[in-house]
């Protein structure tokens, strides 16, 4: 399995996926300052020309997310995603897609200090800071007791809030975040 990487992007998500399941796999070093991320080879495994990208015996996968579902369908014996056709299932791909499709944009229009138009497909930051503090509840994790892969596409973006000195004021989501970076793995940035 190959992850194409620069630590100062989501790559570093993704390899802290791949950490978390404890499967071998080689780093390849990617220049976004020689545009290696656009060169005809990398744009024929991620064709938007972004990191991550995965390619994993000759499949080719791209988007945080899809890589986070990827590998948990591969290796359900890792136990970081309820299994296909349990009760939670339903529950976690909605977490895994709100992750990128609402919080993520949200932080942004947060970090940026612009107002979220409800047209655009998300709702605020607060509404979705909000949301994930009632899911994660008691915790430790959204699952539960049972750290998932949703706690690592979903805890990543309070971690880089953090981390761009903007830490969220929610004591729920706050004490979730001093969680997920007590974990050795926990996505780091440069
Ligand atoms: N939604 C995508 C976002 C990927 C993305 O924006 N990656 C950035 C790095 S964090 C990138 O490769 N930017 C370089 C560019 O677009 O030129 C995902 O989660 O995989």
């Given amino acids: 399995m190959k992850l194409f990487y620069n630590p100062r992007s989501r790559a570093s998500i993704a390899k802290w996926l791949l950490d978390e399941f404890q499967v071998a796999y080689e780093l390849v070093p990617i220049d ?20 991550p990208a995965l390619l994993d015996e000759g499949q080719k996968i791209f988007e945080t997310v899809a890589i986070g579902l990827y590998l948990a369908e591969k ?5 970081l ?12 791909l909605s977490l895994m897609v709100f992750a990128t499709s609402q919080l993520e944009p949200a932080m942004g229009d947060s970090l940026l200090k612009v107002e979220t138009s409800v047209y655009r497909g998300w709702n605020d930051f607060a509404n979705c800071e909000a949301l994930i503090a009632k899911e994660i509840g008691e915790g430790p994790y959204l699952f539960g007791e049972q750290f998932t892969v949703a706690d690592i596409l979903i805890g990543s973006q309070f971690i880089w809030k953090r981390m761009f000195g ?3 004021e929610h004591p729920v989501v706050r004490d979730y975040v001093n969680r997920l970076q007590e974990r050795p793995h926990s ?3 440069g």
Avoid: C, Q, W
């Fill in 32 to 51: 976004f300052e020689k545009k290696e991320h656009k060169t005809p080879a990398f744009l024929a495994i991620n064709p938007a020309g972004k990191l």
């Fill in 81 to 92: 995603a309820p299994p296909i056709g349990s009760p939670e299932r339903g529950r976690f």
């Fill in 187 to 189: 996505v780091k940035m």
């Fill in 75 to 79: 290796y359900p014996e890792a136990g």
């Fill in 166 to 168: 903007a830490d969220t």
